[in-house]
């Protein structure tokens, strides 16, 4: 017999956890669904648009009426749960309905704060939290009138503003002497009130209402200081409280909350609750992001998985108040142990605080200029040391190029036509689109939707503040662990510290032991274990071709026509006569439609076949050459200048020292593209400053400089240390390349991995540790042993010969 789901609360955490459940196991559950509210579910975030009129309510729906019946869901809408009978296992409605139920979810959201003051009944008093209560305020709005808002946070003043556009004179109302001080110190609460007057609001700041006038509707209010205003309207938003009292009545343990543990069970095991009634660790939430992330995990359990926990959420919010961006994340109140770095322009009304403690971000404030968010919130998130980056950490992510489309405002004002992701070519309209038609709330759901900030990830601020602004204020937040991928719950670090403690040898092997919630996994978390196994038994593990994406399967990068680019490796860059006839007449053989010299101081030969892949690739194995990787997550190039040998300002001999560390580290897989490159002098004529590692030679001896790099997201690089002979740039390198191979996430460009550890821990750990330094240098060797040999040569003498044989010949 089938089980029955009942559940209490037809809101966006009740019907996400629905939504999550009904993907997982489909036929589990007979469900049944109970609404105070006649509509079905909405977005609540998006109640503020349809004050103001920007957005017809029906845009707002998440799941019609249609989709509950497409799910064979029981929905009765308009109809209040009075009644839990836990020991019989039915639940009662206002109208004495009966519903039994085996498993029963709680998700009665929380009410309006109505402060226990006089008056606070008169009808034309309302507080902000429905469509109902939206309606009233529009009928209220077409006679006009004067409102007053209670509560200066995110909800009174949209509430405030939307009123105003619709013709009523708003005066809020505020108990504390800045507006939104939750999310805002002083400074940023002032700058938000002083706009919002220029916006036509009127404040009262420190005031607290003492009464509420009026016999048979409101007509004013009465402060504790004994001045008097006048209302026609008065919206209470003074902020909210869990909706436990259902709860509560059924002896279910309730604190501020209802209290769940860590797979969102009460201490009734039949009886589960998410969203913003639920207590969790002492914690309760009212952004979408954790409640959605609860609902993952309550769905997980209902299903009988049992393979998820709820472990908290650090949250960051970010929000537009008005067209006024907003982002505050951690604990911004400054402490005698802390540091400020403030940035205030009131002329571009921008304003920056970041607070420090130990050389680790604790707190920020950005007012205006939101697109750094992220970024912080990243660094506070994984306790990043920022003693290195302290001079430009106030001016945004050194290595974020985001071509002049600074502030998320500016973006918001771009044309459709905007291009966003430059990786994938994806339009400002397209993302706004997705977002509204496929009801998406969260940067994973518009990732997958639209591809957007999937690859590089420099557009990341950007398709964030898209989001924010298209679904509201209040979506954003990340978990306080990032998983690998739906796949799993375990985090990158998690998933590599598992294969060397348990000895996962496969990828079978690891999904067994790591419990992967997919048979095969997915496109990103195969690739990903394959280099981490890889990594990890250098001496044992047998690549898996079908983990690799197609370019490193079949070992050359496929162009927009379906033909391929060959890119033979140039030692350095230097090559000769006899190299160059060779290449022109593999060239000539396979009609090469195009060839030209990259930037990597090499040749691509572009629009080859693919079935001429290992023919062309024999011809060139027979004149010397060996794959120059340029596909793969690998050691792509060493750009090198001419140096001492011909250079009048060449300091040391450049190129030959750029050969001699190709020849070392060809082959190597790394967590994403490689390059190195080498300068004779100062003048850096092969750009060794923006590379993964760059050597620059001087008079006396050879500066080391890492986790730079060009392309859209333009970082220079560090600099790591000096040292004085080639042996040393060797190991140097042998060593820095081993650590970014053991430490990094795959994907992760040496740039972003050095900003989230810290530039010191890499100096600590080869710097100033000569003994690791050299144990990480062996391990690096050692791995090179068994990766210096050449696929092309394999594939030329018939390795995996399928990948380059057409299906079928088709004949028209």
């Known amino acids: 017999m089938t089980m029955r789901l009942v559940v209490i609360g037809n809101g966006m955490a009740g019907i996400r956890t629905v939504e999550e459940l009904l993907n997982m196991s489909p036929d589990a559950y007979d469900i049944t669904v109970f609404g105070n509210e006649l509509q079905p579910n909405y977005n609540r975030i998006l109640l503020s648009p349809v004050l103001s009129a920007e957005m017809p309510f029906e845009e707002t729906i998440l799941n019609s009426f249609d989709w509950y019946q497409q799910h064979n869901i029981t929905l009765h809408a308009g109809h209040a749960v009075t009644h839990i009978d836990r020991i019989k296992r039915f639940v009662s409605t206002d109208d004495g309905l009966q519903t039994p139920y085996d498993r029963l979810l709680i998700a009665t959201g929380s009410n309006p704060f109505m402060p226990p003051i006089p008056g606070i009944d008169l009808p034309g008093v309302i507080g902000y939290r429905s469509i109902a209560d939206v309606q009233t305020m529009l009928a209220a709005a077409q006679t006009g009138g004067h409102a007053v808002v209670i509560g200066g946070g995110l909800l009174g003043l949209e509430a405030a503003y939307g009123l105003s556009l619709r013709g009523m004179q708003v005066t809020v109302v505020h108990l504390s002497n800045w507006l939104i001080e939750r999310q805002l ?23 607290q209402t003492e009464a509420i006038l009026g016999t048979g509707h409101v007509t004013g209010l009465r402060f504790k200081n004994g001045t008097e205003i006048a209302a026609s309207l008065v919206v209470v938003a003074a902020g909210i409280r869990p909706n436990i009292g259902l709860a509560k009545s059924a002896g279910i343990y309730c604190e501020r909350g209802i209290v769940v543990n860590d797979t969102l069970q009460t201490f009734d095991p039949r009886i589960y609750a998410v969203g913003e009634c639920v207590q969790h660790r002492h914690q309760t939430y009212g952004l979408v992001a954790p409640l959605f992330e609860q609902a993952k995990v309550a769905a997980n359990h209902l299903a009988q998985y049992g393979r998820m926990r709820y472990e908290g959420s650090q949250t960051a919010t970010k929000l537009k108040v008005t067209g006024i961006d907003l982002f ?149 937040t990340q978990p306080s662990k990032k998983p690998l991928c739906p796949c799993t719950e375990l985090s990158h670090d998690e998933v590599r510290s598992a294969i060397t403690q348990l000895s996962l040898h496969s990828i079978p092997q690891l999904m067994q032991a790591l419990e992967w919630k997919t048979t095969d996994g997915c496109a990103k978390c195969r690739p990903a274990l394959n280099y981490y196994l890889l990594a990890a038994w250098p001496d044992s593990y047998q690549d898996d071709s079908r983990s690799r994406f197609i370019n490193e399967r079949v070992h050359a990068n496929i162009q927009k026509d379906g033909t391929y680019s060959v890119v033979p490796r140039i030692w350095g860059g230097v090559t000769s006569a006899k190299e160059l006839r060779s290449i022109a007449d593999v060239a000539d053989k396979y009609a090469v439609p195009t060839i030209k010299i990259t930037g990597g101081q090499r040749i691509d030969l572009l629009g080859v076949a693919k079935t001429d892949l290992p023919a062309m690739w024999h011809d ?70 923006i590379k993964d590692f760059g050597i620059v030679c001087v008079d006396s001896g050879y500066e080391i400089h890492v986790g730079g790099n060009g392309g859209i997201k333009v970082r220079v690089t560090d600099f790591l240390c000096k040292v004085g002979t080639e042996e040393e740039v060797i190991e140097y390198c042998g060593a820095f390349m081993q650590m970014y191979r053991e430490e990094a996430h795959y994907l992760e460009r040496s740039a972003p991995w050095i900003e989230r550890v810290g530039l010191s821990h890499v100096k600590q750990h080869i710097v100033d540790d000569p003994n690791n330094r050299s144990a990480l240098f062996a391990r690096f060797l050692q791995s090179q042993a068994n990766a210096q040999t050449d696929p092309w040569q394999e594939h030329a003498n018939g390795k995996e010969a399928f990948e380059y044989k057409p299906l079928a010949t088709i004949e028209g």
């Open 620 to 689: 060139l194995a027979d004149a010397g050459f060996v794959s120059g990787h340029a596909y793969g997550k690998a050691l792509r190039t060493v750009k090198t200048c001419v140096g001492s040998e011909w250079c009048r300002f060449g300091t040391q001999d450049s190129t030959a020292l750029g050969i001699r560390l190709e020849k070392m580290t060809w082959g190597s897989w790394t967590p994403h593209k490689f390059k190195l490159a080498v300068s004779g002098c100062p003048r850096n004529c092969a750009e060794a400053t």
């Open 185 to 207: 110190d002083k400074t940023g609460g002032d700058m938000l009130r002083k706009a919002l007057i220029k916006r036509g609001l009127t404040f009262l700041m420190a005031h």
């Open 328 to 476: 505050s994340a951690g604990d911004f109140h400054v402490t005698d142990d802390d540091e400020e770095l403030l940035l205030q322009d009131a002329t571009r009304g921008v304003y920056k605080k970041l607070v420090l403690r130990h050389n680790k971000l604790r707190g920020a404030i950005l007012y205006g200029d939101t697109i750094d968010g992220p970024w912080y919130f990243q660094l506070l998130r994984d306790g990043t040391d920022i003693s290195d980056m302290r001079e430009h950490l106030l001016f945004g992510q050194a290595h974020l190029g985001d071509a002049g489309r600074s502030g998320a405002a500016s973006i918001m004002n771009l044309p459709d036509s905007a291009e966003i992701c430059g990786c994938n070519g994806i339009k400002k309209g397209h993302i706004i689109k997705t977002i509204l038609e496929k009801k998406l709330f969260t940067l994973e759901e518009v990732r997958a939707h639209t591809k957007a900030s999937s690859s590089c990830g420099s557009c990341t601020g950007l398709v964030e503040a898209i989001l924010a602004s298209t679904v509201g204020g209040d979506y954003s």
